[in-house]
């Protein structure tokens, strides 16, 4: 699960939101890839991931990418962020993964079917492919093995998978692992995998079989580099799907087809074979130029033909995108959400009715157009966002019913006071002695929020102290270290690992996962009735009845106001004249490169 940066590239003067608002593009419009629980809302007269076609303009090409910021990690068992999955997922093939325009259809991937959970959900069994192949210098049929090597590295301390506990310690021995031989994977043959579970979670482990994790990794080659600490196969990865990474006779990546801070290069995989794979692949090379200034990339983007942006829009340029060139703006809804983390542990806020007054006199209209407004900031009524299952389930657009500090986006003082007064205030105004610490971040249009939350909370007479740090600081040192006991904390944003709703919710409102350090229960919420509903949520199977269970837990952290939704994204991606960009829905509509063509 990955905490975003607060909004800013996304950011826009208000009076752009305005002209937004004033001139219709903006109006609330809705589709579907299925099924109600993908129903998400787009920006009408703008390119989407769930509007755009998916079949290649034309065959071959080179297309250029340009991003200001270097990968994170480019091995499939490390990667975890947007810019990182661009160039993992169109190189390797996980167990199952989405198409662009769905974030909670899987499609079996190296997988020939959907995963068959046993009615107890403590056992997944896989089928595999025939006739997937690892790139040169491999150069042979992936089997069962390497896909158990590839989930059982994730374990070993010098690959260090972010999430691997998080999805897949209900796998017997996992929890325990290091590296070696999981237990409860088993192999029977070369085209099947087993899981075997020591606890109910067959639904979330499979769901997480579309992770980057469990994409093939050949034992034999990469063992001697998973040796290293930190394990260095990165350098020297093989590829399953339509594109690699340039490399040598070797096998060898670093210095060829990824120089750190310049470039990467992918081109076509020979062992690749259409038949196997639903990806059209549609380009010849994709080539990835790292470095330079958000601004001058974009310009170069909006004025070039072959080009993509591979990061969000700066919103230098947002303005002139989506006034001049429209055709060339994507706007991808499912980018996550922001919400503000009002701790429930320690301070004024510990009172519930005080929480609801704070949600209640905010005028979260106003704090979204520094956002940007209804372009790319729609406003949340509560946690779990569009593209997630169980975002119906939990209400909608509008949210759950009868809850009153949420019927009023443009803010309400006399509801606030009201509530004040329930919390024991006869005058309307909080007159208690706690300072409220404010810890945002200092960058533009988080800081003008901060300063607008603020300024509601000394009009209800709360006493407050507001500090801007840098997004990291902001972070590491105060918002993620319950220690630092800050009151609230207005920049904090999710975004799931895969569309299910436990993945939203879980982690950041269970009471069992406030961590002394890289805390992302930014509330320290801790409701015991809520910590129950999710423990027994977690062992819950089927998409349907998990978004019932998932859905109707949102609607408990809304009730109790655990925290504060602000909005749910659209993010601004932009593409050259002469490209067809293809964005996916699940990956904040990140440009896929195996779906994309030139025109």
């Not at 903006?26 to 991931?49: H, Q, R, W, Y």
């Not at 755009?52 to 034309?58: D, R, T, W």
């Not at 250029?64 to 093939?93: C, K, W």
Request: hydrophobic residues 35%.
């Amino acid at each position: 699960m990955r905490w975003l940066r607060p909004i800013g590239a996304l950011a826009l003067v208000a009076a752009f939101g305005l002209l937004l608002a004033a001139c219709g593009s903006s109006s609330e419009s809705s589709s579907s890839s299925g099924s109600s629980e993908n129903s998400v809302p787009t920006v009408a007269g703008f390119k989407s991931p769930t509007n755009e076609s998916l079949s290649c303009a034309k065959k071959g090409g080179t297309l250029t990418s340009l991003q200001e910021n270097d990968f994170e990690h480019l091995d499939p068992g490390i990667a975890y962020y947007s810019t990182d999955y661009m160039v993992v997922f169109p190189t390797q093939r996980p167990l199952y993964s989405n198409k662009p325009n769905t974030a909670s259809e899987n499609s079996p991937d190296m997988a020939a079917a959907p995963p068959e959970i046993s009615s107890n959900n403590m056992e997944i069994k896989v089928k595999l492919k025939e006739g997937i192949h690892f790139s040169p210098p491999v150069n042979r049929e992936v089997t069962s093995e390497d896909v158990a090597y590839a989930i059982e590295r994730g374990a070993n301390p010098n690959v260090a998978n972010p999430y691997f506990q998080s999805y897949y310690s209900a796998i017997e021995g996992a929890e325990k692992a290091t590296g070696g031989p999981i237990p409860g994977i088993k192999t029977p043959n070369k085209h099947e995998i087993v899981f075997k579970l020591d606890k109910p979670q067959g639904q979330i482990v499979a769901d997480a079989l579309v992770l980057p994790l469990t994409a093939a990794v050949p034992k034999e080659y990469a063992e001697k580099f998973d040796k290293n600490k930190p394990s260095n196969y990165g350098s020297y990865q093989v590829a399953t799907g339509p594109y690699m990474l340039k490399n040598n006779a070797e096998g060898k990546v670093l210095g060829i087809g990824y120089i750190p801070g310049k470039s990467a290069t992918l081109v076509r995989n020979p062992n690749w074979r259409s038949s196997t794979d639903f990806r059209p692949a549609c380009l010849d090379e994709i080539n990835i130029k790292i470095g330079g200034t958000g601004t001058v990339l974009a310009e170069q983007v909006l004025n070039g033909s072959n080009y993509v942006l591979a990061e969000g829009v700066p919103s230098s340029v947002l303005k002139t995108a989506a006034t001049s060139h429209k055709e060339q703006l994507e706007l991808s809804p499912g980018g996550g959400q922001h919400y503000i983390g009002v701790n429930n542990k320690v301070g004024p806020f510990k009172n519930e009715d005080l929480r609801k007054a704070f949600w209640a006199v905010l005028n979260k209209e106003a704090l979204n157009k520094l956002a940007g407004g209804k372009l790319v900031a729609i406003n949340a009524t509560h946690f779990i966002y569009p593209t997630i299952s169980g975002f119906e389930q939990a209400g909608g657009l509008k949210g759950p019913s009868g809850v009153n500090y949420t019927e009023h986006p443009e803010g309400d003082s006399k509801l606030a006071e009201e509530y004040i007064q329930k919390a024991g205030y006869p005058s309307g105004k909080y007159t208690g002695n706690e300072t409220v610490s404010i810890v945002a971040a200092n960058g533009p249009p988080a800081k003008e929020r901060a300063e607008v939350i603020n300024e509601s909370l000394n009009k209800l007479g709360f006493k407050t102290k507001l500090s801007l740090e840098e997004t990291a600081t902001m972070y590491g040192k105060y918002c993620n270290v319950p220690k630092e006991e800050i009151t609230v904390c207005p920049s904090v944003g999710w975004i799931a690992d895969f569309a299910d709703p436990q993945t939203v919710l879980n982690i950041t409102f269970n009471g069992k996962y406030i961590n002394a350090t890289g805390n992302v229960n930014w509330s320290q919420a801790n409701n015991p009735e809520i910590n129950a509903a999710m423990e027994k949520a977690v062992t819950v199977s089927g998409t349907s009845a998990r978004a019932t269970a998932w859905g109707e837990i949102d609607k408990k952290i809304v009730e109790h106001a655990l925290a504060i939704p602000l909005e749910w994204d659209n993010q601004p991606n932009l593409q050259g004249t002469g490209v067809n960009g293809v964005g996916d829905l699940w990956n904040i509509g990140s440009w896929d490169y195996a779906w994309t063509s030139l025109k």
